[in-house]
């Protein structure tokens, strides 16, 4: 038996340290210049690893990074750690109930965003040179994988560069969160499919259907009764008053370690069974949001930038640079799920305006693209080349993004939100001391305007998308909105509370700061109006003069100076 010695343990500490100080290092100097972290954590690898450190100082290298088993297994494990509980966080952000009040877009949009990338890759991979196979005898197998790899889109990249552009709150935020929460969900599903397939020896049709049959059941168990029974135990700890979040983070992590252990005994890779153990817990409603920050602060600042840096360790990316492989895997990628997501907004009836942006936001590939290359390249089914060549179309697709984004959400033409908004529309004190209260105070308020409807409608309509996706934000904000048939213009109201209302934001602060936007359901001019007013309110000394401001005059001078001073995009 083999045990662990003083030097095996001196030397994966300095690993670790290496690891991840630098990947922390180079991730934060890439997400300053608007750039995702991944890229340079990636980076880190590439120097630490064969392609560069190993090259220029290959003695050295070996000190470091040595070949032998035991000291390659300890990385190796904790990088396996780092993706399993990254692949449970990404599923926390996974909201299946609010998912499923936007099925019809959300659905439609996802299928056929799956679909056609799904059929466009595999046609593409079909007619690859036989040297970019390692057996040609697989290639339906080769062509499946890569057909999964090129349309699974990045969440993450996509929610992240959604929160920057100050839009993640709209409509048209939620529906494309929506849409990739199910594009993840189907896309996992094919994917684990394909690796049971391919890995389980001497598989036949009926082995075939019962694989399928199993991975089915487990999943829709999971996301019906599994989510309920997880809802049911983390309301029972909350309410018994027991040390939070210390035992729903606990917990969380125990579903995910169980419902690994099933998946990875039924046949289908582990990371699937932590993903669908995030999506129950994430569909708690019990679970705060202060306590998923805190599980996605740990993943993203311990595990997630060493898995990505350890990816640099397993190959030289230099000797398996190929020019042809990167280029077809990132052009066919990006176009392939933008037309697939084109499509499908335009299946729906989603204002025109919205449908560039949808489109764009399904393109980028990033950690579950590498991350399902990996495992493919374990089970033998892709070479060190492929590999590269998806971890460089990840990274160039997750790069473009952001500015393609950001440059279709300001064609808008310009305009105020002051076009829809008084001072008769401002509650200088709220006095609601609940969420649902506030709405229905400030309801009352809009209902005033001229040609508006009577408060309780627009309370049932806003109540109705609160509780679909909560809309406070940093720094005490909360934007309730709706969209209507009913009103012909969009109307804003604002309401202060100098106490502080918990509206169960991401940071953890009450709310002080609340808008609610009615507008047309035919006219998207959220997006515009949401960015505003949370790039105004991003400056604390508005938010302050707003606390201090002594009656209602002052209150809307304050108001009314500070969106003069800024225009934005409509419609």
């Not at 489109?359 to 089914?381: C, D, F, N, Q």
């Not at 300001?410 to 002051?418: A, D, G, M, N």
């Not at 904000?477 to 509370?497: D, E, N, Q």
């Amino acid at each position: 038996m083999n045990y662990l010695n003083e030097q095996n343990i001196l030397i994966f500490l300095i690993q670790i340290f290496l690891l991840l100080g630098m990947a922390r290092l180079f991730g934060e100097l890439f997400r300053r210049f608007k750039q995702p972290s991944l890229t340079g954590e990636i980076l880190v690898g590439i120097i630490l690893g064969p392609t560069i450190f190993g090259r220029f100082s290959p003695d050295f290298y070996q000190i470091i990074f040595p070949k032998d088993i035991i000291q390659q297994n300890m990385l190796e494990t904790i990088a396996w750690v780092g993706i399993l509980f990254f692949l449970l966080e990404i599923g926390l952000e996974f909201n299946f109930a609010s998912a499923w009040k936007q099925r019809q877009d959300a659905f439609v949009i996802a299928i056929t965003d799956v679909i056609v990338p799904m059929t466009i890759s595999f046609a593409a991979a079909m007619f690859l040179p036989d040297r970019y196979l390692i057996d040609p005898s697989h290639r339906i197998a080769f062509a499946l994988f890569m057909a999964t790899v090129m349309t699974i889109s990045a969440m993450p990249v996509a929610a992240r560069i959604l929160h920057d552009l100050k839009v993640i709150k709209t409509d048209m935020g939620f529906l494309i969160i929506s849409a990739l929460s199910i594009n993840d969900i189907i896309g996992w599903l094919m994917f684990t499919l394909v690796l049971g397939f391919f890995t389980q020896a001497g598989v036949n049709i009926a082995g075939i259907l019962i694989l399928v049959g199993v991975t089915f059941a487990f999943t829709i168990f999971c996301l019906s009764a599994g989510r309920m029974f997880v809802n049911l135990a983390i309301s029972k700890m909350k309410s018994a008053q027991t040390s939070q979040p210390a035992n729903s983070l606990t917990f969380i992590c125990l579903l995910g370690l169980l419902c690994g252990a099933i998946s990875q005994k039924i046949g289908i890779n582990s990371l699937f069974g932590f993903f669908i153990a995030g999506v129950m817990a994430g569909g708690a409603r019990a679970l705060s949001e202060r306590t998923r920050q805190v599980i996605s602060q740990m993943v993203f600042a311990i595990f997630v930038p060493i898995f990505f840096a350890s990816i640099g360790l397993k190959m030289d990316f230099l000797k398996n640079f190929d020019l042809f492989i990167a280029l077809f895997i990132t052009v066919i990628s990006i176009s392939a799920k933008f037309f697939g997501a084109w499509l499908g907004v335009s299946l729906t009836k989603v204002p025109k305006t919205n449908r560039l942006p949808i489109a764009i936001a399904h393109t980028p590939g990033g950690t579950m693209e590498i991350v399902v290359g990996l495992l493919a390249l374990e089970y033998g089914l892709i070479s060190e080349t492929i590999v590269v060549g998806i971890v460089l179309g990840a990274v160039i697709s997750a790069i473009v993004v952001g500015p393609w984004l950001s440059y279709s959400i300001k064609k808008r033409k310009e305009i105020s939100v002051l076009e829809f908004f008084a001072e008769n529309a401002v509650v200088v004190d709220i006095k609601a001391a609940k969420r649902d209260e506030a709405i229905m105070e400030l309801c009352e308020v809009a209902s005033a305007q001229d040609e508006m409807p009577v408060a309780e409608i627009l309370s049932r309509a806003v109540l109705q998308r609160e509780n679909a996706m909560g809309t406070a934000i940093e720094e005490g904000i909360a934007v309730p909105h709706a969209r209507l048939t009913t009103i012909k213009r969009p109307v804003i109201a604002f309401g202060r509370s100098i106490a502080g209302i918990e509206w169960n934001s991401p940071d953890g602060k009450a709310t002080q700061f609340v808008f609610l936007i009615l507008t047309p359901y035919e006219e998207d001019v959220q997006v515009q109006i949401l960015g505003h007013i949370a790039k105004v309110f991003s400056d604390e000394k508005v938010r302050q003069d707003i606390l201090q401001a002594k009656g209602s005059h002052e209150l809307w001078s304050i108001l009314e100076r500070s969106f003069t001073q800024a225009r934005i995009v409509r419609k």
